[in-house]
């Protein structure tokens, strides 16, 4: 299998906010989705980086003060975020995707012109394995 694809989640299948959407938008989308991170897109569909549940706690802590009035106010970019997850690229080749994989829980993947088309999770690249690895005879 060296084709990414197969793994793909698309874009319309994905749950994703806008790099415009305020904090409480953003916590609204997240209890609506249940996820505990999302991929960030701007209005051109641009992957912008990753915002966690962790990164809202904080901003509601150091710039809301705990108050929902104030989060409807700060944009998520003015979140610091402890990590934005990386993506790959459509012809990215399976050693590099299993590799992002190791240390984020979904991959973005971008096409040739920076436009986000979807995630991989690793659930489905764990699933992949052990079909391969475990299949029974």
Do not use: H
Not at 2 to 9: A, M, P, Q, R
Not at 55 to 75: F, V
Not at 78 to 87: G, L, T
């Amino acid at each position: 299998m060296n084709n990414i694809l197969f793994f793909l989640t698309p874009k319309a299948m994905c749950s994703f906010v806008y790099d415009d959407f305020t904090v409480r938008q953003a916590l609204e989308k997240m209890e609506a989705t249940s996820y505990t991170s999302l991929p960030i897109l701007n209005k051109r569909g641009e992957y912008r980086g990753t915002l966690t549940e962790g990164d809202l706690l904080w901003a509601l802590k150091n710039m809301c003060y705990m108050d929902m009035r104030q989060a409807e106010s700060r944009k998520i970019m003015e979140i610091s975020r402890r990590k934005d997850n990386i993506p790959v690229r459509v012809t990215a080749n399976m050693f590099d995707l299993v590799k992002r994989a190791s240390t984020q829980n979904f991959v973005p993947v971008v096409d040739d012109k920076d436009a986000f088309i979807g995630i991989i999770t690793r659930g489905a690249i764990i699933k992949y394995c052990q079909q391969q690895l475990f299949s029974e005879d």
